[in-house]
């Protein structure tokens, strides 16, 4: 699967089979539409898969992890090497999403694609590293267009290989120093507002540490003039190495037919990213949760998605998303288990 077939692999949802989920939904024992977001939730994941009986398991949390040369500008509250030590963490099953993930039965794969530190062979790490992290996007593109589309295959790929393997529901996570930085300047540039109105505190940054960030993106899209009508460019010149695995990962899951749950603040850049390159993949793509972040409702916004929740999260790693995976099975299995009036013998809503 090459990003140049995306476009004619990821077709609009079938309006006929959505109005049979509708139909199925509303002939449960409850009155309609009382279930809200979950029949929501429900008839999207049929009409993503293709079947009125769906499942969404097994399930699988992608984590992509990649540093950012623009941390050398002080925009986040904790070193650069927090990145390669927090994958320790996760290989080791001790961070939040792999608890999470365990909650949820989900598998997690932690997946290098440009850690600034030599792993070297490491049990259950898969090693898809582009560079040893971008450049200082502050001071000129962060990779090269080349470096960027090798990112997004990452990502397509590990979606494809998810999908052979049988995996029915995924979720993208992501673990990067500075990324909530090239986040921000992505938004900035896809939504058309000012790095002031989408740049948000990351990782706990104060007032000084807000303005030097948001200084750093303004100068950042000056420098790089990233073109808003070609994502590709915007990813090269202001992005990460993850957000590009993960924009990739949302187009190979949507031509897999399998609906994939976005995490956070730095994960939706990467599915604004693939919805800017093929608009139809916003159909499959849920919004686990709202950020605290100010820029995440802006880009949820621009692709029409409405957040499951909203529990002022804003770790990453795919722990929201994590708890979205959740919500999906309770959405199917009360789809696929709850009787029918019929079937329960309960009589339906009297006709006036």
């Given at each position: 699967?090459?990003?140049d077939?995306?476009?004619?692999?990821?077709?609009?949802?079938?309006?006929?089979?959505?109005?049979?989920?509708?139909?199925?939904?509303?002939?449960?024992?409850?009155?309609?539409?009382?279930?809200?977001?979950?029949e929501?939730?429900?008839?999207?994941?049929?009409?993503?898969?293709?079947?009125l009986e769906p499942?969404?398991w097994?399930k699988?949390?992608?984590?992509?992890?990649?540093?950012?040369?623009?941390?050398a500008?002080?925009v986040?509250?904790?070193?650069?090497?927090?990145?390669?030590?927090?994958?320790l963490?996760?290989?080791?099953?001790?961070?939040?999403?792999?608890?999470?993930?365990?909650?949820?039965?989900?598998e997690?794969?932690?997946?290098?694609?440009?850690?600034?530190?030599?792993?070297?062979?490491?049990?259950?790490?898969l090693?898809?590293?582009?560079?040893?992290?971008?450049?200082?996007l502050?001071?000129?593109?962060?990779?090269?267009?080349a470096?960027?589309?090798?990112?997004?295959?990452?990502?397509?790929?590990?979606?494809?290989?998810?999908?052979?393997?049988?995996?029915?529901?995924?979720?993208?996570?992501?673990?990067?120093?500075a990324?909530?930085t090239?986040?921000?300047?992505?938004?900035?540039v896809?939504?058309?507002?000012?790095?002031?109105?989408?740049?948000?505190?990351?990782?706990g940054?104060?007032?000084?540490?807000?303005?030097?960030?948001?200084?750093v993106?303004e100068?950042?899209?000056?420098?790089?003039?990233?073109?808003?009508?070609d994502?590709?460019?915007?990813?090269?010149?202001v992005?990460?190495?993850?957000?590009?695995?993960?924009?990739?990962f949302?187009l190979?899951?949507?031509?897999?037919?399998v609906?994939?749950?976005?995490?956070?603040?730095?994960?939706?850049?990467g599915?604004?990213?693939?919805?800017?390159?093929?608009?139809?993949?916003?159909?499959?793509?849920?919004?686990?949760?709202?950020?605290?972040?100010?820029?995440h409702?802006?880009?949820?916004?621009?692709?029409?998605l409405?957040?499951?929740?909203?529990?002022?999260?804003?770790?990453?790693?795919g722990?929201g998303a994590?708890?979205g995976?959740?919500l999906?099975?309770?959405?199917?299995?009360?789809?696929r288990?709850?009787?029918?009036?019929?079937?329960?013998?309960?009589?339906d809503?009297?006709?006036?």
């Amino acid at each position: 699967m090459r990003l140049d077939q995306i476009r004619e692999l990821i077709k609009p949802l079938d309006p006929d089979l959505l109005q049979k989920a509708q139909a199925r939904l509303d002939n449960l024992t409850k009155p309609p539409g009382s279930l809200g977001r979950l029949e929501e939730l429900a008839r999207q994941v049929v009409g993503v898969t293709g079947r009125l009986e769906p499942q969404v398991w097994p399930k699988l949390v992608c984590t992509f992890a990649a540093d950012h040369g623009v941390a050398a500008e002080g925009v986040s509250a904790f070193p650069q090497e927090v990145t390669h030590q927090m994958v320790l963490n996760f290989l080791a099953g001790g961070a939040a999403i792999n608890v999470l993930a365990r909650f949820a039965g989900a598998e997690v794969w932690v997946v290098d694609v440009g850690v600034a530190h030599d792993f070297g062979p490491r049990q259950g790490l898969l090693d898809r590293k582009i560079r040893p992290g971008t450049a200082n996007l502050a001071q000129g593109p962060a990779m090269s267009r080349a470096e960027a589309q090798a990112a997004v295959q990452v990502g397509l790929d590990l979606a494809n290989q998810a999908a052979e393997r049988g995996f029915k529901a995924l979720a993208t996570g992501e673990m990067g120093i500075a990324n909530t930085t090239a986040a921000a300047a992505i938004a900035s540039v896809l939504s058309g507002r000012p790095a002031g109105q989408v740049t948000g505190r990351g990782t706990g940054l104060d007032q000084a540490g807000l303005a030097r960030k948001t200084a750093v993106i303004e100068r950042a899209l000056e420098v790089n003039r990233p073109d808003p009508a070609d994502p590709l460019d915007v990813l090269t010149k202001v992005g990460g190495l993850e957000i590009g695995a993960i924009m990739g990962f949302c187009l190979g899951g949507a031509a897999a037919r399998v609906p994939v749950v976005i995490d956070g603040f730095i994960a939706t850049a990467g599915a604004l990213l693939a919805v800017k390159f093929c608009p139809a993949a916003a159909e499959y793509l849920v919004a686990a949760h709202r950020s605290v972040e100010i820029g995440h409702q802006v880009m949820l916004d621009e692709m029409g998605l409405k957040p499951l929740v909203d529990l002022d999260l804003r770790l990453g790693e795919g722990t929201g998303a994590a708890l979205g995976l959740n919500l999906m099975e309770a959405a199917v299995r009360l789809l696929r288990e709850m009787a029918t009036f019929s079937s329960a013998g309960v009589s339906d809503k009297r006709t006036p």
